[in-house]
């Protein structure tokens, strides 16, 4: 491979790291099939200096002879490919495809917040590098990078990472910028610091609803009584409610400040409890169809997921909203109904969803166990044996 290294200010020929003339950016020119082709910059945008374009020339020449039966490309060793592969470049196409499909309600607005917040905190140590050079090796860095954080935190970053090399991966077969690639081996992070989550019994839920506010009371207790979520129960209108067949519609759910589909993208229906019947009748009353339900009284609009976060924080309550009502109304629905009927309750796809819910404990399995079982057991030699 004919090659020969320039200075950026002078374009006389450098033979070591610096010029003649004092500069020590350079340009690098070659030739291939009698057309000259020309390299300024690494994948970071960065000007070259000799070290890079001694290297790039190296690899320039490895690549034409290393395979006789595969065409030699020089637009792979353009600035134009070098900045296509560098990472800033593809991330931005990713977060804008994330952004088109966030507006075509495919991806909750709350989500795509979170990756655009791993990408100006986290991913940004990243985008120097070309896609091409990440290794696993590169991969296990940056994981090791983020060990100040929970674990919860760092899978949860790694994750969305991960499913950003798989996207590159997709558009790479379609554009072909590199050949045979694939996405680098993700290590695995292993342990768990997540709170564990509790459920609150009845009595519990009626001492810390005490505490809230009158005007506050009902948005948090109906919460309670049918299990929905913060985003369903803020974005429920009249027209929802079936006072007939005591049930009331999800079609619904604010997601930062946007109105989108429920959390699973399915409407489903969930059942009126006497209780919150009362309350429903209650806020209907002198509305319209396409009302909200349950208006804030200090704004006179809905209310927002902020502010029902802000009201169960002024109690002295132990766990979080989400623990004293959904949690605990499929604790307590478990008790008395299959969990598949549960699952339905919950508007879950996946009974493995339902499952988290759930917090049984000794006393709820004890109960379970027919009284014929212990009558026709006994205990011999420290083991439960049939007679």
């Known amino acids: 491979m004919k090659g020969q290294i320039y200075c950026n200010k002078c374009s006389k020929r450098v033979i070591n790291d610096k010029c003649r003339c004092g500069h020590t950016t350079v340009y690098l020119r070659y030739i291939h099939d009698g057309k000259y082709y020309y390299r300024r910059r690494y994948a970071n945008g960065e000007p070259l200096n000799y070290e890079g374009a001694i290297y790039i020339l190296a690899q320039l020449s490895i690549d034409k002879n290393k395979d006789k039966n595969v065409p030699f490309n020089p637009h792979k060793y353009s600035d134009q490919r070098a900045e296509e592969l560098r990472l800033e470049t593809q991330m931005d196409a990713w977060y804008e495809d994330l952004e088109t499909r966030c507006s075509a309600g495919e991806l909750k607005p709350a989500y795509f917040h979170r990756l655009e917040s791993y990408k100006r905190t986290h991913f940004v140590n990243l985008f120097d590098l070309n896609i091409e050079d990440i290794q696993a090796s590169t991969i296990a860095r940056f994981k090791n990078s983020l060990n100040h954080l929970k674990i919860k935190t760092r899978k949860n970053i790694m994750s969305a990472l991960h499913v950003f090399f798989e996207w ?91 109105l989108t589909k429920p959390k699973n993208g399915k409407v489903s229906v969930k059942l009126l409890t006497p209780r919150a019947i009362e309350i429903c009748k209650k806020h209907m009353e002198s509305k ?65 969803s339902s499952m988290i819910y759930y917090h049984g404990d000794i006393e709820t399995v004890k109960n379970a166990i027919p009284a014929s079982y212990y009558s026709h057991t006994k205990i011999e030699g420290g083991r439960s044996e049939k007679p």
């Open 168 to 258: 590159f991966a997709d558009q790479n077969r379609e554009m072909q910028w590199i050949e045979n690639y694939r996405v680098p081996d993700f290590p695995k992070i292993k342990g768990n610091d997540s709170r564990v989550t509790k459920a609150l019994s009845l009595e519990d839920q009626g001492k810390y609803l005490a505490e809230i506010p009158d005007r506050h009371r009902d948005v948090i207790e109906f919460a309670m009584e049918i299990g929905c979520r913060r985003g369903e129960l803020c974005a429920y209108k009249v027209k929802d409610v079936d006072l007939v067949n005591s049930t009331i519609l999800t079609e619904r759910g604010w997601s930062d400040h946007e």
């Open 288 to 352: 319209l169809p396409e009302a909200w339900l349950f208006i804030n009284p200090d704004s006179g609009n809905h209310y927002q997921c902020k502010k029902i976060d802000e009201l169960w924080a002024t109690t002295t309550s132990p766990v979080k909203f989400h623990e004293a009502t959904r949690h605990s109304y499929a604790t307590r629905m478990a008790k008395i109904l299959p969990v598949q009927m549960v699952q339905i309750l919950l508007g879950h796809s996946d009974i493995r």
